[in-house]
């Protein structure tokens, strides 16, 4: 069986990005490496652009028994935020043309596997015809066909539940979208990466990147202060008719990309029953989708840990650990002030680790404030797969606060598999894993967080009360099993 695996960025990015799906499609080839009669490839599309040629190419990033491959100079750019519902994210055809090309020459595929659609235009699924025995998968590891900030999270500090016919979208962005400005700075790092002088080198890590981040910083105030804080971002150039109201180029979108994958995807994954339920709202045909939590390597710890029998310390305290980014949508900010607002007899018991790079200026002083009010905070400046055992060593309870509908947060799975129970919110997958009531709050409600620590103080609620329920972590022995399934042929 031979399988092509897509995503907007390559899982071995020097720089990093990708997040949870690079590290789950790093494991996956991996491990996939051991099956007998399995071929894999990758393709990465979005990031890479010459500096004067724009016609897409597809170049090879390295050969071997799972070879790489970047689609350069694709009519779009990604993440889908730097290039907001561009027109492109629906049709390019010199982009498709180039994919189409790869796959002649590189196929017959047995399946084409899309992590993301991100970094490549939509109407790619349309080519399906032109391969009757492939199978095209697509997981949905976000929600990018359904909103181009992919979360669901509007303005950078609600969920959205409902984009009102698009036209929320059309004022979503603190400042609009600059995806030529985003085009020239990767030309510019793709450019200096083929000279050899890309990431981790002096020239790159100390002069090009940082010079960059505060170019497209500066750029973004400026932005913000000529239109003003709460003006919208003018609508991206899909094709408003004339008359219309903004909000119709992303309806359009909205429905064209859900259009393509009802008619062209064989099978659409959802990594948690949530982000099924959330497919299905938004028109995704029920017999596409199918509920498959993802393989990780973190699963070996549940091995070699067990349940605590109790949640505090001896001297009656309670050590709580968030572990990610200290971002609004994952809620930091939020689980900060929540914390700051309890009530210094509950507050002077809890000891918090952050496991998470330094923030913005309010995340950090958020992080500051709690510093007098709680009994301790540690604050890691990030964090490593091998550091985890000795981070959460004596840790009793995780939180996972997230604010938006998270389709299952790798940081959640890495304290789960450990045997470290999860206060979650009510919203996206993490709560799935625990599948304990008690230990769920109303996503951005204070209270209500307080009152499930409440419990946990009071030692109303214990360990079993969590485990009784839980699922085990998926292996990625378990995973594969059930994705080569999959890929078989029906």
Known sequence: MRILYVNWVDYHDPEGRGGGVSVYQRNLIAA????????????SSGIAHDLWRRTPRVVTLADGPSPRYALVNSGLVAPSHADFAGAAQLDHPATERAFADFIDRTGPWDVIHFNNLEGLPANILALRPRWPRTRFVLSLHNYYPFCPQVNLWFAERETCDDFHAGAKCARCLPAPPQPGSVRLAYAFAWSLSQRGLGPGTAFYDRLFRPGMSRAWRLARRLLRRRRGDDAPAPPPAIGLRPHGHAGDPFARRRARMVGLINAHCDRVLCVSDRVRQIALLHGIHAERLQTLYIGTAEAA???????????????????????????????????????????????????????????DAGAMAGLNALRPHLAEVRHVDGYTHDDLTALLADVALGVVPVQWEDNLPQVALEMHARHIPLITSDRGGAQELGRA??????????????????????????????????????????????????????
């Open 301 to 359: 710890e549940w091995q070699k840990t067990l349940p605590h029998p109790g949640f505090l310390a001896p001297d009656g305290t309670l050590h709580m650990a968030y572990l990610g980014y200290m971002r609004r949508d994952k809620g930091f900010h939020f689980l900060m002030q929540a914390l700051q607002a309890l009530p210094l007899v509950q507050a002077r018991r809890l000891r918090l680790t952050v496991a998470a790079r330094s923030g």
């Open 437 to 490: 009531p008690a230990f769920v709050f109303r996503a951005g409600d204070a209270q209500d967080l307080h009152r499930v620590l409440y419990r946990v103080l009071e030692g109303a609620v214990q360990p079993a009360d969590y485990w009784t329920r839980a699922q085990p972590p998926t292996s990625m022995d378990e995973h594969l099993d059930a994705l080569l399934e999959v890929y078989a042929r029906d």
């Open 32 to 43: 996939l490496a051991g099956r007998a009669g399995v071929e894999t490839a990758f393709l």
